[in-house]
């Protein structure tokens, strides 16, 4: 009797077995836990923290609500919802990875916040069905092994007239696409390299971008999860989108 041929899925460049990718996308991030925040200046140029404000804003959300952040690992979403709902809100941080848990938390202590942290997979959550009133990723989407199936979790768990928001790197408008392109799998890896001693870490994140779904997939995808009025912002000229999906 034949074994069932395990399913694929893809790790930057690479094709890896579903049961492999998470384990691997973890090594990379208990690489760069340490200079996550300075890494994201420096891939950015600061511009992150621009993005994540517009994500939020575009969210609606308000004071008293109830917000998940997904993947959330430094905290930075988390700390401007948590800003936006205030006390009488609840905003709850996950994150499948121990060590950028573990930044998380300490970068909101830092800021005076008390939030609660749950380490969970994202294609599984530990919570119950309509608690939510916004569900957030950013930047965690593409390092997931089942997109399809976390999207889904993630509208299963909002609330009727609620929304997910997906903050990830997209594809760049055409014109500019080839200096992006030499920017991710040249640049990205150097810096990498010099700053935390990890080539190869950065070189996986920079793959993962380019194999990512673009802006018009993301959007039929989460559509599929069940969303409606789906649509999209273009940051960083189509480097980076916003995409917002209501559950009714």
């Excluded at 009727?160 to 990830?168: A, I, K, N, Q």
């Excluded at 696409?177 to 990205?188: E, K, S």
């Excluded at 995808?221 to 999209?232: C, D, I, T």
Aim: with cysteine; hydrophobic share 45%; proline share 3%.
């Amino acid at each position: 009797m034949t074994r069932a041929r395990e399913k694929t899925t893809d790790f930057g460049f690479e094709t890896v077995p579903e049961s492999e990718k998470a384990k691997r996308v973890g090594a990379v991030f208990d690489s760069v836990a340490r200079r996550y925040d300075l890494m994201n200046d420096l891939m950015s140029v600061g511009a992150h923290r621009l993005w994540k404000r517009f994500a939020v804003e575009c969210s609606g959300v308000r004071r008293g609500q109830r917000v998940l952040d997904v993947a959330g690992g430094s905290g930075d979403l988390t700390r401007l919802f948590a800003r936006r709902v205030g006390p009488g809100g609840q905003v709850v941080l996950t994150d499948i990875n121990a060590s950028m848990l573990r930044l998380g938390r300490d970068r909101l202590l830092d800021a005076g916040l008390v939030i609660q942290l749950i380490q969970c997979d994202a294609e599984r959550l530990p919570f119950a069905s309509g608690y939510f009133h916004c569900v957030c990723i950013g930047f965690g989407l593409r390092n997931l092994t089942r997109k399809a199936q976390a999207l889904q979790e993630m509208a299963r768990v909002l609330q009727p007239g609620g929304c997910v928001l997906v903050l990830e790197f997209s594809r760049a408008w055409a014109p500019l696409r080839p200096l992006y392109d030499a920017y991710l799998l040249r640049v990205l890896p150097a810096l990498g390299r010099l700053m935390v001693g990890d080539a190869a870490s950065y070189r996986y994140l920079a793959e993962s971008i380019q194999v990512h779904p673009d802006q018009e997939q993301l959007k039929a995808m989460m559509e599929a999860a069940g969303l409606e009025r789906v649509q999209y912002w273009n940051l960083g000229a189509g480097a980076v989108a916003v995409h917002r999906g209501f559950r009714f």
